[in-house]
């Protein structure tokens, strides 16, 4: 695909994925007991920021061995490349390196690549602990998302682990 053309489709699913922002406030406001995780003005000034961004920008190569950071491991949602209705249920298990422990304070959340910091918007609805962390009623908008998910042991290792969640009808 030529450069000319990569520019114009990802102009294109820019201006979609605009137009069902546009649509989602309605829904949102059905989910009882849900909390706005990520809003709807984020999500679109991120995805127009991936658009922009060269591909290799979106890649990560991760060269710290695995045995040297404590790690997170995803529970739910845990169907990669499936739709998750919203609001959705979070839950990630903390495994920490031998002989420390898992600091539950140090536990952030950053949203797509503008890495914006949604753990003080996410804490008060959240069971954080040296396991691991619990979320419901999460409200996101349709579309692709992806969080980075960061904590550290007692020692200063951290840990992050992406999440990438496509939110809309299940399918």
Known sequence: MTPSLRALARTAAVASLAVVMLALPGRQAQAAGAFELVSAAEALRNAQA??????EARSRAWLIPK???????VVTPNAAGTSVPAPLRIEVAFSPTPGTRIVPSSFRVLYGL?????????????TITETGVVVDQAQIPDGQHRL?????????NVAEQE?????GAAS
């Open 50 to 55: 991936e658009a922009a961004a060269p591909p």
């Open 67 to 73: 045995n040297a950071t404590p790690s997170i491991r």
């Open 114 to 126: 503008l890495k914006i910091d949604l753990t003080e918007r996410l804490r008060p609805h959240a």
């Open 148 to 156: 980075i998910l960061q904590v550290a042991d007692d020692q200063g």
């Open 163 to 167: 999440l990438r969640i496509r939110v």
